[in-house]
């Protein structure tokens, strides 16, 4: 299970113990990891063109998730985005319109399991 080379998995949250908790279950994937805990920071270094982005809702920082996704579409529509949060209302039909097509996992103690079972069905490794 390994992403291109040039390739790397953004993880984007202000909670440390999410970040270490998340990082856990992706470490299989082999690319690199890159940790921001704010959208401004994340989208600072986009031009590294991650993979996949995981991404909180409630950040630190000027930006929410849902505008820094809105960003990250603006850069480059492919990168696969996973919006990792527990805030259930940002998961509309209304934001998938307006933001594009993203993911979305409740955080709960079972979702760092299920989000490395939907990037292994996502993500061609």
């Known amino acids: 299970m390994h992403l291109q080379a040039s390739s790397g998995i953004f993880i984007v949250e202000d909670n440390l113990l999410y970040q270490q908790l998340i990082a856990r279950e992706l470490e299989d994937f082999?690319?690199?990891?890159?940790?921001?805990?704010?959208?401004?920071?994340?989208?600072?270094?986009?031009?590294r063109r991650p993979s996949i982005v995981v991404l909180d809702y409630n950040l630190d920082g000027e930006i929410n998730g849902l505008e820094t996704l809105e960003e990250i579409r603006k850069f480059d529509p492919s990168i696969f985005v996973i919006l990792f949060s527990s805030q259930k209302d940002v998961h509309s039909n209304e934001n998938q319109q307006r933001y594009g097509s993203f993911d979305f996992l409740e955080k709960k103690e079972q979702s760092f399991t299920l989000l490395k079972q939907l990037l292994k069905a996502k993500v061609s490794l």
Do not use: M, S, V
């Open 30 to 47: 082999g690319g690199p990891l890159f940790f921001y805990t704010t959208g401004e920071h994340c989208l600072a270094n986009i031009c």
